[in-house]
Every structure is written in structure tokens, then in C-alpha cells.
């Protein structure tokens, strides 16, 4: 569709996505809409919530590690 659109940049990009950026794109979307880093980690099927934040941006991983301080706390 890119391509036929004219958007050859992304048709470019598109053409050399992987099942990984499909994967890491999908989650960060995810994190940027709110979905709690707990889904995040259940859909990602991650033994580790740490394994997780390795999705994140740093924005993203600063709510991760803010959300981690809030559970050691209680």
C-alpha cells in the first residue's frame, strides 16, 4: 500500500521489517497507549517484567521504573 501510495521511504523501511521490529514495535505502541507494563509483559510472554522495559523507551522506561518503585514499596 506504501507503494502504491508513493511513500517509498516507508515502503523501503516495510519491506525489511522483521518478526522483532514487528514485535517491538507492537509493544511500544502498546506501552504509549497506556496498556499496563503487566500486559505488556504477559503478551510479550516474559518471565521477567525487566525483560520487558528492554521494549520501552526511556520515556516509557522511566514509567517502568517508577511502577517497579510503587510495587517494592507495598
Known amino acids: 500500500m506504501a507503494e502504491t501510495d508513493g511513500d517509498l521511504d516507508s ?8 518478526a522483532h521490529w514487528l514485535r517491538h ?3 511500544t505502541t502498546h506501552a ?3 496498556v499496563s507494563l503487566k500486559a505488556l ?3 510479550a510472554g516474559h518471565a521477567n ?3 520487558t522495559a528492554t521494549y520501552l523507551h526511556k520515556s516509557d522506561k522511566e514509567r517502568h ?3 517497579i518503585e510503587s ?3 507495598n
Do not use: F
Open 25 to 27: 514495535t507492537m509493544l
Open 32 to 34: 504509549n497507549n497506556d
Open 41 to 43: 509483559q504477559d503478551t
Open 71 to 73: 510495587l517494592t514499596r
Open 49 to 51: 517484567i525487566s525483560t
Open 11 to 18: 515502503a523501503s523501511t516495510l519491506r525489511q521489517a522483521s
Open 65 to 67: 521504573d517508577e511502577l
